[in-house]
C-alpha cells in the first residue's frame, strides 16, 4: 500500500511537473506576435503590370519592456509606352520601411516613455531617404472589450534627401528637429471583423509628413486573416514636379505566428 501511494504520488508530482513547463513554455510563447503579410498582383495581355507588397510585424513583450520591429517592401512594374511609340518594361514603385521602437512600461501596462527610429527609402517619392529617429511618451486613452485607442507624443529628429529635380537626380540634404505625434485606433466589429486606424505626423521646418493607415480585416481562420486597406502619405516640402501625396490601395493575406 505504501509502494502505491509513493508511486501515486511521483505520478502525480511529474503531471503537476509537466503542466508547469507547459503552461512556462506557453507564457514564453505569448511574448512574441508575429504576423505577416502578403499581397501580389501580375496582370498579361493587352495590359502588362505585375506588383508586390509585404510586411512583417514583430512585437516583443517582457515585464517591463516592450519592442516592436516592422518591415514592409512596395514593388511595382508596369509596361510603359516611350515616346517614339515602343513599349518599354520599367518600375514604377518601389519603396522600402523599416521601424523599432522600444516602450518601458511605466504605472500600468499602456503608458510608456518610448524610443522610436524609422527609415524609408523610396525611388520614386518626394524624398529618396528620410530617417527618423524619436522619443516620448505613450498612453492608451481608451480601453475597451471591443474598442481601443492609442496615442504618442514626443520631439525628435529627421534626416531628409529631397529630390529636387528627378531628370538631373538632383538631390538636396535636410535635417532639424522636429515633433512626432502618432495614434492607433482598433475596433472588433464582430468576432471575425476588425478594423484599424493608424495615424502619425512629423513636423518640422523645413517638412511635414503625414501617415495614415486604414484597413480592414476578416478572420479565414485562426491563424489566416484577409485584409483590404488604403495608406496615405503627404509631404508639405516637395518639388515642382513631384506630388505632395502618394496613397496605395491594398488586398493581402495575414498570417499570425
Known sequence: ???????????????????????????????????????????????????????????????????????????????????????RSETTAEKYFVSAKSAYKLSDEFSSLFVYGSHTHDEFGAYRNYTVVSTGYGARFIDRDTLTVDGEIGPGYFWGDKVEDEENDIIVEEEGFMVRVAGELQWAITDNATFNQKLGAEAAEDNTRYVSDTSLSTKI?????????????????????????????????VYNF
Do not use: C, P
Not at 509585404?54 to 512596395?74: F, P
Not at 489566416?224 to 496613397?247: P, W
Open 1 to 87: 500500500m505504501k509502494m502505491y501511494t509513493m508511486a501515486a504520488a511521483g505520478v502525480l508530482l511529474a503531471g503537476a511537473a509537466s503542466s508547469s513547463l507547459a503552461q512556462d513554455e506557453l507564457e514564453a510563447e505569448k511574448t512574441w506576435e508575429v504576423s505577416a503579410e502578403l499581397g501580389a498582383l501580375r496582370t498579361t495581355g493587352n495590359t502588362e503590370t505585375e506588383s508586390f507588397n509585404g510586411k512583417i510585424d514583430v512585437t516583443h513583450h517582457l515585464d517591463r519592456w516592450k519592442n516592436q520591429y516592422v518591415a514592409s517592401a512596395l514593388y511595382k512594374n508596369d509596361v510603359v509606352e516611350q515616346a517614339d511609340g515602343s513599349e
Open 221 to 253: 481562420s485562426d491563424r489566416m486573416q484577409m485584409k483590404v486597406g488604403y495608406t496615405v502619405n503627404h509631404d508639405t516640402d516637395v518639388a515642382d514636379d513631384k506630388d505632395g501625396t502618394d496613397t496605395t490601395t491594398y488586398i493581402n493575406l
